[in-house]
């Protein structure tokens, strides 16, 4: 009875969040994928060189941006928090063969137009061009292992249904969920499909 109510009031409370994501265009569904096109808007961002996917997302760049939304630019305005937070990976590309992950949070719509700056010189506004992407969902906590299997299944789905353009070189890891979400969270991988223009 008590965990019925629990869980009640934390769903009531998920609802009500209603967190604001950015818009895209859904290109195809497929059985166990989605392509999809994202016009191109700001994100707030930071990189940080790593072995582990974990150790770099969990605390130190979702930390840096979280400071950046409650007040740590230079308007020193809070801004909403939004979903999902997006990582791109670019395996192996330190010099010691660490990871370079850069992780973005979404700018909500109504600053969009003139983002505050991010006092920390580690963040930046990223200016993101339309993306095309090929996205898995997949569900719970997920771990490094969980990451790269997802990958992998996302890249035979796409050579099975002979998609072409894909770029499997690097891809972004997505989370719909705060840390302290615990049931139903909500995962994706992505791979970037190259647009010839
Ligand atoms: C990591 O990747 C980002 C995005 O491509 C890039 O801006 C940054 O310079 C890279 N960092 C390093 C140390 O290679």
């Not at 009875?1 to 609802?15: D, G, N, P, Y």
């Not at 010189?121 to 996205?135: A, G, K, N, Q, T």
């Given at each position: 009875m008590?965990?019925?109510?629990?869980?009640s009031v934390f769903l009531a409370c998920q609802l009500a969040l209603a967190?604001?994501?950015?818009?895209?265009?859904?290109?195809?569904?497929?059985?166990?994928?989605?392509?999809?096109v994202y016009p191109a808007r700001k994100w707030a961002t930071t990189s940080h060189l790593s072995i582990s996917h974990h150790e770099a997302t969990s605390n130190i760049m979702f930390g840096k941006l979280f400071n950046y939304?409650?007040?740590h630019n230079d308007a020193g305005i809070k801004?909403?928090?939004?979903?999902?937070?997006?990582?791109?990976?670019?395996?192996?590309?330190?010099?010691?063969?660490?990871n370079n992950f850069t992780m973005s949070f979404y700018v909500p719509a109504a600053h969009q137009d003139n983002p505050p700056t991010p006092t920390n010189p580690d963040l930046y506004i990223e200016?993101?061009?339309?993306?095309?992407?090929?996205?898995?969902?997949?569900?719970?906590?997920?771990?490094d292992e969980d990451w790269i299997v997802n990958?992998?299944?996302?890249?035979?789905d796409l050579v099975a249904a002979g998609?072409?353009?894909?770029d499997y070189?690097?891809?972004?890891?997505?989370?719909?969920?705060?840390p302290f979400v615990i049931i139903g969270r909500n995962n994706e991988v992505w791979f970037m499909k190259n647009d010839m223009n």
């Amino acid at each position: 009875m008590r965990t019925f109510t629990a869980l009640s009031v934390f769903l009531a409370c998920q609802l009500a969040l209603a967190i604001e994501m950015p818009p895209y265009d859904l290109v195809n569904s497929a059985e166990t994928y989605e392509e999809r096109v994202y016009p191109a808007r700001k994100w707030a961002t930071t990189s940080h060189l790593s072995i582990s996917h974990h150790e770099a997302t969990s605390n130190i760049m979702f930390g840096k941006l979280f400071n950046y939304i409650d007040g740590h630019n230079d308007a020193g305005i809070k801004i909403d928090m939004t979903a999902p937070v997006t990582t791109l990976v670019i395996p192996g590309e330190g010099p010691n063969c660490e990871n370079n992950f850069t992780m973005s949070f979404y700018v909500p719509a109504a600053h969009q137009d003139n983002p505050p700056t991010p006092t920390n010189p580690d963040l930046y506004i990223e200016e993101r061009p339309e993306l095309h992407v090929f996205s898995r969902r997949f569900h719970g906590f997920a771990s490094d292992e969980d990451w790269i299997v997802n990958a992998a299944q996302l890249h035979d789905d796409l050579v099975a249904a002979g998609e072409e353009g894909v770029d499997y070189q690097t891809y972004y890891t997505v989370g719909y969920d705060s840390p302290f979400v615990i049931i139903g969270r909500n995962n994706e991988v992505w791979f970037m499909k190259n647009d010839m223009n």
